[in-house]
T-cell receptor
Framework: DAKTTQPTSMDCAEGRAANLPCNHSTISGNEYVYWYRQIHSQGPQYIIHGLKNNETNEMASLIITEDRKSSTLILPHATLRDTAVYYCIVRVGAGNNRKLIWGLGTSLGVNP | KAGVTQTPRYLIKTRGQQVTLSCSPISGHRSVSWYQQTPGQGLQFLFEYFSETQRNKGNFPGRFSGRQFSNSRSEMNVSTLELGDSALYLC?????????????FGEGSRLTVL
């Protein structure tokens, strides 16, 4: 079962920041949060991941609450090409048993 | 650097048949994992291989199997196909020795079972 809860869909205006929320209230202390996105008819694409601290890369920023029960993915200036399904995922297990548990994601529509 | 390559991209089978899907990982990646994606269930983990050894397995029946070769290429097989096996099968490769992490996905093999 997925360990994350995301809204089914969201809309964002082109050029504005897109803030995608995710709840992971049952996350354990050593479990990472990953974000991927899937553009129609393509395989998922890695965006970013984090454990406790906020993270930023060339694609996005990840804000994790202090209690780690939720996080937000921020696309600072959304473009039409950012229209995709965004998955918030928790990596569970340890060693050889580590794996990603996927939910159904948020379908983000970026409007001109 | 070439990405993850999956073949075939599309295929149609009938119930009871079997199918083999192939995945060539990014050069240098030794970890390969497989996922099944359906509209209602999303991405579900099938299995993961590292250096020809199955490291992890999801909750799928024994009809689903896989293997990895010495060159890291991987195949998965589904026997006695059922209508519910219709799905997009995704392969991902990774540098990481252990599961999860930054995965690089192929475009998938779309299987339709009639």
């Amino acid at each position: 079962d997925a360990k994350t809860t995301q809204p089914t869909s969201m809309d964002c205006a082109e050029g504005r920041a897109a803030n995608l929320p995710c709840n992971h209230s049952t996350i354990s202390g050593n479990e990472y949060v990953y974000w991927y996105r899937q553009i129609h008819s393509q395989g998922p694409q890695y965006i970013i991941h984090g454990l406790k601290n906020n993270e930023t890369n060339e694609m996005a920023s990840l804000i994790i609450t202090e209690d780690r029960k939720s996080s937000t993915l921020i696309l600072p200036h959304a473009t039409l090409r950012d229209t995709a399904v965004y998955y918030c995922i928790v990596r569970v297990g340890a060693g050889n048993n580590r794996k990603l548990i996927w939910g159904l994601g948020t379908s983000l529509g970026v409007n001109p | 650097k070439a990405g993850v390559t999956q073949t075939p991209r599309y295929l149609i089978k009938t119930r009871g048949q079997q199918v083999t899907l192939s995945c060539s990982p990014i050069s240098g990646h030794r970890s390969v994992s497989w996922y099944q994606q359906t509209p209602g269930q999303g991405l579900q983990f099938l299995f993961e291989y590292f250096s020809e050894t199955q490291r992890n397995k999801g909750n799928f029946p024994g009809r689903f199997s896989g293997r990895q070769f010495s060159n890291s290429r991987s195949e998965m097989n589904v026997s006695t196909l059922e209508l519910g096996d219709s799905a997009l099968y995704l392969c991902a490769s990774s540098l990481a020795q252990y599961g999860g992490g930054e995965l690089f996905f192929g475009e998938g093999s779309r299987l339709t079972v009639l």
